[in-house]
C-alpha cells in the first residue's frame, strides 16, 4: 500500500505539513517495503485552485492513503470522488513516526 | 455620455447615489441605470421593476468518457484547478473555471467540448416613464461576477445616458464595471477609512484613465480631510450630502431624497451637469 504524507521537506525524516495543497512536498511511503520516495509539489506558489490539482498529482502517483492536517472544500470534493483515504495528522512530528501512527490505528479518518 | 458610481469601500452609499442621479434625470431625458453590484444588487429594491428576465452563461468543459483516456493533461493545464483528472474519471468544478477553452485545445484525445452553465441572471424593466433599470445577478456561490457585468453592459450599449452602480472595492468586477465608461463618482464618507478606501479607488480610475469627481456622503460637516485631499488630486467635489435624520428617515424607507425632499433633485441634476462638463460635452 501507498501513503503520501504531506511534507515541509523531501524524505521520511521531514515534519509533515499541516497545508495539503501548498505542502512543499508529498513524500510517498511503501507500507511494505517501508522504502520512500519524495515529489516536490509543483503548485506552492500558485494563486488558487490548489487542492484538486494535488489531487490528481498524489492519484497519479498511485497512493491509497494521504495523511495531513488541513482540507479546503473543493479538495475534499475531489478526494471523496478520488477513492482514496484521507487521514488527519495535527502533530508536529515526522513523516515516518505520522505513518506508524497510521499503522497502529492511531489517525482519525477525515475522508 | 456612460458614468459609472463607484466607492472604495461598501456602505458608502453609492447604490443611492446612482438611484438618486438617475431619478433626478428621468424628466429631462431617458435614462438607463445599470446595477453591476452583481454580488448584492439592491436597485430594484428602490423601483419595484417587473423585468423580463435573461439568464447568463459561461461556457464549463464537458468531457466524452468514450474518448478519454485519462491521460492527465487537461487537469495539468488547468490552473484554476477546475479539472481533477482520477483513476477512472475526470472531475470537472464548475465554479471554478475561468471559461479560458484551454483544456479544449490542450487534450489530445479532443475529448472535450464546451457545454453552457449558467452563473447568473440579467433583469431589464421599465419601472418608470424614462427609465430603464438593468440589473446583474450573480448566482449564490459563484464567482464570475465579471461575467454577469458584461452581459448587464452589453444590454445597455446604445442607449444615451446610462449610469453605471459598480460594486465596492477595486477588484475585478470594479475595473470590468468602470470599463469604457467616460466619467467616475466616487461616493465616500468623510471617515479616515473612507479616505484611505477613496485614495484606492482613485488610483483605479487614474489608470484607467478615467475623469473623476467625489460625492461626499453622510456628512458631518467635518470633511476637511477629504477635501484637502481632493483639492491635492485635482478632484471636484460634486456634492455633499449632509447626515441628517430627515435623510436618514427616507433613506431607511427605501425612498429616494430626490423625490422626497425638496432640492435635492436639482442637486442631482446639477451634478449630471458639471460631470458632462467635466467631460467637455455640451448638452
Ligand atoms: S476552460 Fe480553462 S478554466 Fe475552464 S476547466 Fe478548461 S482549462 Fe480550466
Ligand atoms: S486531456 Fe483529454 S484525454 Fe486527457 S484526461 Fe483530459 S479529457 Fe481525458
Redesign the pocket.
Known sequence: MKICVTSKGAGADSAVEQRFGRSPFFVFVDSESGESKAVENPLVNESGGVGPRAVQLISGEGADVIITGQLGGNATAALQASGMKVFAYSGTGTVSEAVAQYKEGGLRQLI | MKIVVASGKGGTGKSTVAANLAYSLIELQSVTLVDCDVEVPNLHLFFNPEPAIKEVFTIIPK?DSDL???????GRFCRYGALT?LKDR?LVFEKMCHACGGCMI????K??SECNYAVGRVEDSNPLPGLRLISGFLKEGEVLAPRVIKDAKAAAEGDGLIIIDSSPGIACPVIEAMDEADFCILVTESTPFGLHDLDLAVGVTKSLGLKAGIIINRSDGSDEDVRNYCRKMDLPVLLTIPFSREIASVQNRGDLISEKLPGWKEQFAGVYKECLELCGVDE
Not at chain 2, 68 to 74: E, S
Not at chain 2, 106 to 109: A, H, S, T
Open positions: 468531457i478519454c483516456t485519462l491521460c492527465g493533461d487537461c483528472v475526470v490542450v487534450c489530445p484525445e475529448a472535450i
